[in-house]
């Protein structure tokens, strides 16, 4: 049996623990089974290019192709990773820990650390890609591939793919201790969860504020309305939506906590 999930981890580490995969994790499963056809078409473009490229007849969009390909596989691999956990741990005392104490790991690096990360990145690059699409960005070639923003929109989209991935293993997580209640992901997401609500808070101001604003006004104009004043706390200032979004997080954990009726029946 030991064998068998050996080789099975080998050829495709999506099928280990498929019984315990949610929808989420199944999701993920599949669209990277498809990302990965981008590794042989990856291994083609490089080859084509050697070859091409020591014929005399240098091909600038291969070299675009081949960035474009590693790109989209490796961003897709990472939420690939998450689900699968077959990224590189370099912690060598995990896998002593017992199964309990693995869980509450992966509950605080997923939840509390790499979710906001990701989240992080994905606000970072949605301005990112709207900016290339605007643009109708291309390649600094002549001769090269062309309608950039369609690499730089698949960025910001895989971020989103990743919080799935990462989403759904805390729910997998979770449930390995207790049922996987909307209470106790946002608390396992708790970081992660305060970013939601507070971009949130902050697309929904600047869409109403956009709607209002005067004919010609800019992004950055408008993103320094009043809407958007701080707060001074000591030596540091805290935007309205943040304060917002600190104030809502737990009253929101808390209530839906209340509100859990398996609670009142353990009780």
């Known amino acids: ?9 080998v050829s495709d580490p999506g099928e280990i ?11 993920v499963v599949f669209v990277s089974n498809i990302a990965a056809w981008l590794f042989p078409a990856l291994m083609i473009a490089i080859s084509a290019q050697v070859i091409l490229r020591n014929s005399g007849m240098n091909q600038a969009w291969l070299d675009d192709l081949q960035w474009w390909l590693y790109g989209m596989a490796v ?11 077959s990224h590189v741990r370099v912690d060598i005392l995990y896998d002593n820990f017992p199964k309990e104490k693995q869980t ?28 290339s699409i605007r643009a109708d960005e291309g390649s600094n070639s002549p001769n090269g591939l062309h309608n950039l923003w369609i690499l730089k929109t698949f960025m910001n989209v895989s971020f989103v793919f990743i919080a799935i991935a990462c989403w ?38 600047y869409g109403i504020a956009s709607v209002f604003a005067e004919e010609g ?30 104030i809502i997080t737990p009253i929101l954990v808390l209530v839906l906590r209340a509100m859990d009726p398996s609670r009142k029946t353990e009780a």
């Not at 961003?75 to 956990?85: E, I, K, N, R």
């Not at 909307?182 to 969860?193: C, D, E, H, K, N």
């Open 1 to 9: 049996m030991d064998e068998v999930k050996e080789l099975v981890a």
């Open 17 to 27: 623990g498929r019984e315990h995969h949610n929808r989420g994790d199944r999701f």
């Open 75 to 85: 961003l897709v691999g990472v939420g690939y990773a998450v689900t699968t956990d």
């Open 104 to 131: 509450r790991i992966n509950l605080f690096a997923i939840g509390w650390l790499f979710l906001p990360f990701i989240i992080l990145s994905w606000d970072v690059t949605y301005d990112y890609a709207l900016g």
């Open 168 to 205: 759904s293993a805390i729910v997998r997580n979770l449930s390995r201790m207790h049922p996987p209640k909307l209470w106790r992901q946002l608390w396992a997401t708790f970081p992660a969860s305060f970013l939601l609500i507070n971009l949130t808070i902050y697309y929904g101001l």
């Open 217 to 246: 006004a800019s992004s950055r104009d408008i993103s320094r309305g009043p809407l958007f004043g701080s707060i001074e706390f000591g030596n540091y200032e805290l935007t309205y939506t943040v304060v917002a979004a600190l």
